[in-house]
């Protein structure tokens, strides 16, 4: 069971005991989950109608009686709820459907693309809903315009033609007035309409009789409700006696003059309906929301909803060419004149309001859940996505090199301390089982069970827990095909071998228990749990202060207030400095508050200008009180950083996090990502001499006995009797596939690992053509890992390099390395040319001189294979790194 459901069964269990309602603190403490998760979950209730919120102090929550409710809303009041700028027209719209005894015609006003055509099909639908027109009733659409030039077949196509009419009427036709009966009949651009007909409407609108084109002698009588829409002046391009006849006139308003709000709605409908088309959910940057809002549109709702659905379309073909994994919308996707829309001088507090969660940066929209929904990035939920936008921010601001590296271990640190500290004191056994699918769980064991077994201790209960929904998360992520990265993979690989070897192995075991493909990169992730101890588990719950200083008579004040009121707390506190106090007197006036609240926690300090920015420096002198102050603050610094301080973050973390704020643009395209051309696939062939029909066999036995996926691998069979000599013909293959070795009757002198037809029948060789496939398995997962850790150099590339590296060096020593060393010598390998590259310093190995005599000959072997690495990339492996490289070959590394 989700959190959220959780939430919800205890609010529905409660109801009876507290039929005035419960706070989140209340709830949290019932539960034993976090304040601010709570908080978060009940307003997402509130925001789907299963609960109802009651502001006040503290504001408490009701759950829905949802058998109660009122299913059976008017479809025109439901449209009246988002788009509140058209209430009138829709009364009116009512009011003409509802008139005895069969309704008013109606005529719509407005600039073209409002929503004139919209507009009058829920008008069709309120109809048949209230039952003044059944539900069979027809609604016919007619766009004048489209026969504007040919006046006779435009009033053919309206009133029916008699055979004989006029040339080429070659048989009597009905017309959509008749098609119309009984219901509903809707003329766009009515103003192309000529006079004639316009003429015989206001007889049809009159006396309910009309006659067919060429007709003299009988008339047709219909019950049809005239909608009529124009984008012009009535009273200039309409007959007054056709006008007359129509007693219902609605003007329906611009797309400008609608407010942020209802063209947001609009956003979320259009996204929601374009989602539906697609069968997938879609992703939009906040920027991109942004810009949609404020964007100058000039052809109404009919622009806006062709720019999302063109937005749409390319970021599905981004998809489907795999140039990105999800459907996403990023505001560098977006056209200028739609992107000019960020850069517009419009209030957006109500966007801000609307949007309380803006620090996440993608809106997630999606049919089935009929909302929007924001994609989580905080490291409360999932590392996965912190990590993505530190890599982000970092590279925006040209942070690379060491500071990056550093950067980036200082976060996984970080995220690590938390999470295991919040698993300290938050979790149980029973609210673990509402998190992680049952099936990950007993993996989990088996996992924590062979971790214990290889580090010999026993694991504290919290890294289980930990572990558990880390795993969890991972497999989620996986399934969903999102990256798994981690930039500080080859530190932890170094700096905890150990681990990260166990880590290599728990992932083969998830691997094999949960039947999916797990990156290389995940090893580093599960290392950080196995290297925590109890002594780090301690809770670090801290009390930091917001204090809000800010010039005028209640700017501080009124900022506290709407974050408090957002946030649904009393947390942050407004000081208020008017233009005309001098500095000395607000100082004094926040030195009170101290000394009155007893206050002897950190404070952080949100100010807007000039010498209140000082103030801090002035309390940590007096109080003794640490404190941090940020300058030039809006609501949104000031929601952030409360945010951060009821959850417990430590007053620098808090600091950071605010400072980020000015970073919520999304730069998820700034980095190029070139096309590459198709890789080679691998193959085994199989030979025989006796027709095709025995390398077929050979086929068979191969594909019962191997274990590999049909996507990486082919065995292809050859006949060594044909037209073409074996040579070319293992030539010609060698275009199209990587071969991975050869199954013969006979030996072949050519360049490939050979196993003999026999050993094969035997069942002698099929363990070591495993040990082939499993190891290219490995250099497969390692291109998609150096991906991302790589910046001066090709990963594909430095793989092929290091692969032939390490095939030269084991054949020359004969000596087989098992995966999790072949992993270790890639990374380290192409972290290090990488590296050089980049003209980076190198570390130095300690007693080099002493360990290059005692290994010579590996020294002389290895020396030699890193000439072609730094002949192709222009560097000089020193022999500091020859040395750590000749370790990598050592004993512990091989295969027994």
Same mark, same amino acid.
């Given at each position: 069971?989700?959190?959220?459901?959780?939430?919800? @069964?205890?609010?529905?269990?409660?109801?009876?005991?507290?039929?005035?309602?419960?706070?989140?603190?209340?709830?949290a403490?019932?539960?034993?989950? !976090?304040?601010?998760n709570?908080?978060?979950?009940?307003?997402?209730?509130?925001?789907?109608?299963?609960?109802?919120?009651?502001?006040?102090?503290?504001?408490?929550?009701?759950?829905?009686?949802?058998?109660? =409710?009122?299913?059976?809303?008017?479809?025109?009041?439901? $449209?009246?709820?988002?788009?509140?700028?058209?209430?009138?027209a829709?009364?009116?719209?009512?009011?003409? #459907?509802?008139?005895?005894?069969?309704?008013?015609?109606?005529?719509?006003?407005?600039?073209? &693309?409002? &929503?004139?055509?919209?507009?009058?099909?829920?008008?069709?639908?309120?109809?048949?809903?209230?039952?003044?027109?059944? =539900?069979?009733?027809?609604? %016919?659409?007619?766009?004048?315009?489209?026969?504007?030039?040919?006046?006779?077949?435009?009033?053919?196509?309206?009133?029916?033609?008699?055979?004989?009419?006029?040339?080429?009427?070659?048989?009597?036709?009905?017309?959509?007035?008749?098609?119309?009966?009984?219901?509903?009949?809707?003329?766009?651009?009515?103003?192309?309409?000529?006079?004639?007909?316009?003429?015989?409407?206001?007889?049809?609108?009159?006396?309910?009789v009309?006659?067919?084109?060429?007709?003299?002698?009988?008339?047709?009588?219909?019950?049809?409700?005239?909608?009529?829409?124009?984008?012009? @002046?009535?009273?200039?391009?309409?007959?007054?006696?056709?006008?007359?006849?129509?007693?219902?006139?609605?003007?329906?308003?611009?797309?400008?003059?609608?407010?942020?709000?209802?063209?947001?709605?609009? %956003?979320?409908?259009?996204?929601?309906?374009?989602?539906?088309?697609?069968?997938?959910?879609?992703?939009?940057?906040?920027?991109? #929301?942004?810009?949609?809002? $404020?964007?100058?549109?000039?052809?109404?709702?009919?622009?806006?909803?062709?720019?999302?659905?063109?937005?749409?379309?390319?970021?599905?073909?981004?998809?489907?060419?795999?140039?990105?994994?999800?459907?996403?919308?990023?505001?560098?996707?977006?056209?200028?004149?739609?992107?000019?829309?960020?850069?517009?001088?419009?209030?957006?507090?109500?966007?801000?309001?609307?949007?309380?969660?803006? @620090?996440?940066?993608?809106?997630?929209?999606?049919?089935?859940?009929?909302?929007? %929904?924001?994609?989580?990035?905080?490291?409360?939920?999932?590392?996965?996505?912190?990590?993505?936008?530190?890599?982000?921010?970092?590279?925006? =601001?040209?942070?690379?090199?060491?500071?990056?590296?550093?950067?980036?271990?200082?976060?996984?640190?970080?995220?690590? =301390?938390?999470?295991?500290?919040?698993?300290?004191?938050?979790?149980?056994?029973?609210?673990?089982?509402?998190?992680?699918?049952?099936?990950?769980?007993?993996?989990?064991?088996?996992?924590?069970?062979?971790?214990?077994?290889?580090?010999?201790?026993?694991?504290?209960?919290?890294?289980?827990?930990?572990?558990?929904?880390?795993i969890?998360?991972?497999?989620?992520?996986?399934?969903?095909?999102?990256?798994?990265?981690?930039?500080?993979? @080859?530190?932890?690989?170094?700096?905890?071998?150990?681990?990260?070897?166990?880590?290599?192995?728990?992932?083969?075991?998830?691997?094999?228990s /949960?039947?999916?493909q797990?990156?290389?990169?995940?090893?580093?992730? +599960?290392?950080?749990?196995?290297?925590y101890?109890?002594?780090?588990?301690?809770?670090?719950?801290?009390?930091?202060?917001?204090?809000?200083?800010?010039?005028?008579?209640?700017?501080?004040?009124?900022?506290?207030?709407?974050?408090?009121?957002?946030?649904?707390?009393?947390?942050?506190?407004?000081?208020?400095?008017?233009?005309?106090?001098?500095?000395?007197?607000?100082?004094?006036?926040?030195?009170?508050?101290?000394?009155?609240?007893?206050?002897?926690?950190?404070?952080?300090f949100?100010?807007?200008?000039?010498?209140l920015?000082?103030?801090?420096?002035? +309390?940590?002198?007096?109080?003794?009180?640490?404190?941090?102050? #940020?300058?030039?603050v809006?609501?949104?610094?000031?929601?952030?950083?409360?945010?951060?301080? !009821?959850?417990?973050?430590?007053?620098?973390? #808090?600091?950071?996090?605010?400072?980020?704020?000015?970073?919520?643009?999304?730069?998820?395209?700034?980095d190029?990502?070139?096309?590459?051309?198709?890789?080679?696939? /691998?193959?085994?062939?199989?030979?025989?001499?006796?027709?095709?029909?025995?390398?077929?066999?050979?086929?068979?036995?191969?594909?019962?006995?191997?274990? $590999?996926?049909?996507?990486?691998?082919?065995?292809?069979?050859?006949? $060594?009797?044909?037209?073409?000599?074996?040579?070319?013909?293992?030539?010609?293959?060698?275009?199209?596939?990587?071969?991975?070795?050869?199954?013969?009757?006979?030996?072949?002198?050519?360049?490939?690992i050979?196993?003999?037809?026999?050993?094969?029948?035997?069942?002698?060789?099929?363990?070591?053509?495993?040990?082939?496939?499993?190891?290219?398995?490995?250099y497969?997962?390692?291109?998609?890992?150096?991906?991302?850790q790589l910046?001066?150099?090709?990963?594909?590339?430095?793989?092929?390099?290091?692969?032939?590296?390490?095939r030269?060096?084991?054949?020359?020593?004969?000596?087989?390395?098992?995966?999790?060393?072949?992993?270790?010598i890639?990374?380290?390998?192409?972290?290090?040319?990488?590296?050089?590259?980049?003209?980076?310093?190198?570390?130095?190995?300690?007693?080099?001189?002493?360990?290059?005599?005692?290994?010579?000959?590996?020294y002389?072997?290895?020396?030699?294979?890193?000439?072609?690495?730094?002949?192709?990339?222009?560097?000089?492996?020193?022999?500091?790194?020859?040395?750590?490289?000749?370790?990598?070959?050592? !004993?512990?590394?091989?295969?027994?």
């Amino acid at each position: 069971m989700k959190r959220i459901d959780l939430i919800l @069964n205890k609010l529905k269990e409660i109801k009876s005991s507290k039929p005035d309602g419960v706070s989140a603190s209340e709830l949290a403490e019932e539960l034993d989950l !976090m304040r601010g998760n709570v908080s978060n979950d009940l307003n997402k209730l509130v925001a789907e109608g299963k609960a109802v919120k009651i502001k006040g102090k503290p504001t408490l929550f009701i759950a829905v009686d949802e058998e109660a =409710k009122v299913s059976d809303i008017s479809v025109i009041n439901k $449209f009246s709820e988002t788009n509140p700028s058209l209430y009138t027209a829709l009364e009116q719209a009512k009011a003409a #459907i509802l008139y005895p005894p069969n309704g008013m015609n109606i005529l719509l006003l407005g600039e073209t &693309g409002v &929503g004139k055509s919209t507009f009058a099909s829920l008008i069709y639908k309120y109809a048949t809903e209230m039952m003044v027109r059944s =539900k069979e009733s027809p609604f %016919i659409t007619f766009n004048c315009a489209d026969y504007a030039n040919n006046p006779q077949l435009l009033l053919g196509q309206l009133f029916g033609v008699k055979k004989g009419a006029y040339t080429g009427a070659d048989f009597d036709k009905a017309g959509l007035l008749e098609k119309a009966d009984g219901g509903i009949l809707f003329l766009d651009e009515v103003h192309r309409l000529p006079a004639e007909g316009q003429e015989m409407f206001f007889t049809f609108m009159d006396r309910g009789v009309y006659r067919r084109l060429g007709e003299t002698e009988s008339e047709r009588s219909a019950k049809v409700l005239i909608i009529a829409a124009t984008t012009e @002046n009535p009273d200039t391009t309409l007959l007054q006696t056709f006008t007359r006849r129509i007693p219902m006139v609605i003007t329906i308003p611009a797309l400008r003059n609608r407010g942020v709000e209802e063209r947001f709605n609009l %956003i979320k409908q259009f996204m929601i309906e374009e989602s539906g088309r697609l069968g997938r959910s879609i992703k939009v940057s906040i920027n991109s #929301i942004k810009a949609f809002l $404020f964007y100058d549109c000039k052809s109404n709702v009919g622009q806006l909803k062709s720019d999302i659905q063109l937005a749409c379309a390319r970021a599905y073909a981004d998809f489907l060419s795999n140039r990105k994994k999800e459907i996403s919308i990023s505001s560098l996707d977006l056209p200028t004149y739609i992107r000019e829309g960020l850069y517009k001088e419009i209030e957006h507090r109500q966007l801000w309001n609307k949007l309380v969660d803006i @620090n996440k940066r993608y809106c997630i929209f999606d049919k089935d859940e009929e909302k929007m %929904i924001f994609e989580e990035n905080s490291y409360d939920e999932n590392i996965y996505e912190m990590l993505e936008m530190k890599t982000r921010d970092l590279k925006a =601001k040209g942070i690379k090199g060491t500071e990056f590296e550093k950067e980036m271990e200082n976060n996984i640190e970080d995220y690590f =301390k938390k999470y295991i500290t919040k698993f300290n004191y938050k979790v149980d056994t029973a609210n673990l089982e509402t998190i992680v699918e049952p099936h990950i769980m007993k993996v989990v064991e088996k996992v924590i069970n062979f971790c214990e077994e290889e580090l010999k201790r026993k694991l504290d209960k919290h890294i289980y827990y930990g572990l558990a929904v880390h795993i969890n998360n991972a497999v989620d992520r996986i399934r969903r095909n999102k990256k798994i990265e981690n930039l500080e993979l @080859n530190n932890i690989r170094k700096q905890h071998s150990r681990e990260f070897n166990i880590a290599i192995d728990v992932l083969k075991i998830l691997e094999q228990s /949960l039947d999916i493909q797990i990156p290389v990169d995940e090893a580093g992730f +599960i290392t950080m749990f196995l290297i925590y101890h109890n002594e780090a588990l301690k809770k670090t719950y801290n009390n930091v202060k917001v204090i809000i200083i800010a010039h005028g008579e209640t700017t501080a004040t009124s900022m506290a207030d709407a974050v408090n009121g957002l946030l649904g707390s009393d947390y942050s506190r407004g000081i208020n400095a008017p233009i005309d106090e001098k500095p000395q007197i607000t100082l004094e006036k926040i030195k009170e508050y101290i000394r009155k609240n007893n206050i002897d926690s950190e404070i952080l300090f949100l100010v807007d200008m000039g010498s209140l920015a000082t103030f801090g420096r002035e +309390i940590e002198k007096e109080f003794k009180i640490k404190t941090r102050t #940020i300058p030039l603050v809006s609501t949104l610094h000031c929601i952030e950083a409360t945010r951060k301080a !009821m959850l417990g973050y430590s007053l620098d973390d #808090i600091y950071r996090e605010t400072l980020e704020v000015n970073n919520l643009y999304d730069n998820n395209s700034l980095d190029y990502i070139p096309e590459t051309s198709e890789e080679k696939r /691998l193959a085994i062939v199989t030979i025989c001499t006796t027709g095709e029909g025995s390398a077929k066999a050979m086929k068979g036995i191969l594909e019962r006995t191997l274990k $590999f996926e049909s996507s990486l691998l082919d065995i292809v069979p050859v006949n $060594f009797i044909g037209k073409e000599n074996i040579y070319d013909r293992l030539e010609k293959l060698s275009n199209k596939y990587e071969i991975l070795c050869i199954i013969s009757p006979f030996d072949l002198e050519a360049d490939y690992i050979q196993f003999k037809l026999d050993h094969i029948i035997a069942g002698n060789a099929s363990e070591n053509i495993q040990d082939l496939i499993d190891r290219e398995k490995v250099y497969i997962k390692m291109e998609e890992t150096l991906e991302h850790q790589l910046r001066n150099i090709d990963g594909k590339a430095i793989v092929k390099d290091i692969k032939r590296f390490c095939r030269n060096v084991t054949k020359a020593m004969n000596i087989k390395l098992t995966s999790n060393a072949l992993i270790g010598i890639t990374l380290h390998m192409a972290v290090m040319v990488d590296r050089l590259s980049g003209n980076e310093v190198i570390e130095t190995y300690r007693n080099k001189e002493s360990y290059i005599r005692e290994n010579l000959e590996l020294y002389r072997l290895i020396k030699s294979e890193c000439a072609l690495l730094n002949t192709k990339y222009t560097i000089l492996i020193s022999e500091d790194e020859i040395c750590y490289l000749m370790n990598l070959f050592t !004993m512990k590394n091989r295969v027994k």
